[in-house]
């Protein structure tokens, strides 16, 4: 039996398998979470038992983002010339099997190793997912779909840490790797079982490497793509500085107890979920560019709040409303800034548009998160100054996007490139 369906046959087949198909997709972007969360309980741990000190440590969740980010532009492309089962099903796969290999690592050096592979085998499910919601969904219902993704993949940093501390009390740091490889084998099985291809062979990209280039510079010249993709990995990359720069300044400076931190930390997190169906309903109703205007009002309100409340000395009491609203406006402006960066794009590049706008993410939330800490650990100024420049810069920049001419990558010229 043919695992290829036409658009319109996928199109019409999705509403039977919605829930399946969420919880697939939804589980395949999480593993970016959960390879970089579930063994930060272990660190500790691990510094020891491989005899190594915190900067090599640190290193191997630098090289897992670095791979989570590069691994997105080869899934990407590959998917629109091969179709997005195979590249999914083979990078799930290596994903699966460099998890079972870093149990085995004799030293820090070839753990970074692999955890540079493993995040880049592991973009393959991030990117194509994204790429398998356009096939599929265009508009107000990618932009819905991308709201439901988020009650799947959006409890993953959550819960990552807390499942990774649990398992510590029961095994040494290699289990967690086992675990992740026992995770991707269930995602590949999922994916094999629960998954058809979802872009058919005439509607791929067939022109090579030259024509995976020519897509990369269209869209990278495309008003719409840009601006909504920027704006998008502007708060995402504000919502990095919040992560890396928070569990110092209010545990370190504001005495919060690593417990009461935990708290915060999930309450904000369920905020992003919460905002993200309310997005997901109200899609259809009010329009995407409103929803998104919303959202980066929401966290350029309280960013911009935030150094003024730290200025002011408020304490507690003051910053982590500020904090919720940071973190909260990402349910209105993740779902809504992706689906309009790919609305309307022909079905060969989807997974190149995903690519670009992984790539983005991952990239300036890598670079803005040290930020955070560049003053030292006896201030916050230097987070809330980060954050308020991210989310203003991310409205400026959507305000001039509002304006943008139709998409240049609408024409179908992937054979003649």
């Not at 592979?117 to 990117?127: F, M, N, Y």
């Not at 309307?344 to 690519?355: F, L, N």
Request: with cysteine; hydrophobic share 55%.
């Amino acid at each position: 039996m043919s695992q290829t369906a036409t658009p319109s046959q996928t199109r019409a087949a999705a509403p039977d398998r919605r829930l399946a198909l969420l919880l697939i997709l939804g589980t395949l972007t999480a593993v970016a979470p959960l390879s970089i969360d579930m063994y930060l309980p272990a660190l500790p741990e691990l510094a020891s038992d491989l005899s190594t000190g915190a900067m090599q440590t640190q290193l191997t969740l630098t090289a897992c983002v670095i791979g989570l980010a590069v691994g997105q532009i080869v899934a990407g492309p590959l998917s629109d010339a091969l179709g997005r089962r195979r590249p999914l099903l083979i990078g799930v796969a290596a994903y699966a099997i460099t998890s079972l290999l870093c149990v085995a690592a004799p030293n820090v050096e070839t753990f970074i190793a692999l955890r540079l592979v493993q995040g880049a085998t592991g973009a393959a499910g991030i990117v194509i997912g994204r790429a398998i919601v356009q096939d599929l969904y265009d508009g107000v219902a990618a932009a819905k779909f991308f709201s439901l993704l988020m009650l799947v993949n959006g409890l993953a940093p959550v819960l990552a840490p807390v499942f990774g501390g649990q398992l510590l009390r029961l095994m040494p740091w290699p289990g967690v790797f086992a675990v992740l490889a026992g995770m991707g084998v269930a995602l590949f099985l999922a994916a094999l079982l629960g998954l058809k291809e979802t872009l058919p062979p005439d509607g791929r990209q067939t022109g090579g490497a030259r024509a995976t280039l020519a897509t990369f510079r269209e869209l990278s010249r495309d008003r719409a793509f840009t601006g909504y993709g920027l704006a998008g990995a502007l708060t995402f990359g504000a919502l990095f500085t919040y992560i890396s720069g928070s569990p110092f300044v209010l545990q370190d400076i504001y005495h919060l107890s690593p417990q009461g931190f935990s708290v915060v930390f999930g309450v904000n997190s369920l905020g992003i979920i919460a905002v993200g169906q309310i997005s997901g309903m109200l899609a259809g109703r009010v329009r995407l560019e409103r929803l998104l205007a919303a959202g980066l009002t929401i966290i350029a309100g309280g960013g911009v709040a935030l150094p003024i409340l730290i200025l002011a000395g408020t304490g507690l009491a003051g910053i982590l409303p500020a904090l919720f609203l940071v973190a909260a406006g990402q349910g209105l402006i993740i779902p809504n800034a992706t689906a309009l960066a790919l609305t309307d794009r022909p079905p060969y590049v989807a997974g190149s548009a995903s690519a670009l706008l992984g790539l983005t993410q991952f990239a300036i939330g890598g670079a803005v998160a040290p930020l955070a800490g560049i003053a030292g650990p006896d201030t916050a100024m230097p987070m809330s100054l980060t954050i308020a420049a991210l989310a203003l810069a991310a409205a400026a920049i959507t305000l001039t996007t509002r304006s943008a001419p139709p998409h240049a990558t609408a024409k179908d010229d992937r054979r003649n490139p």
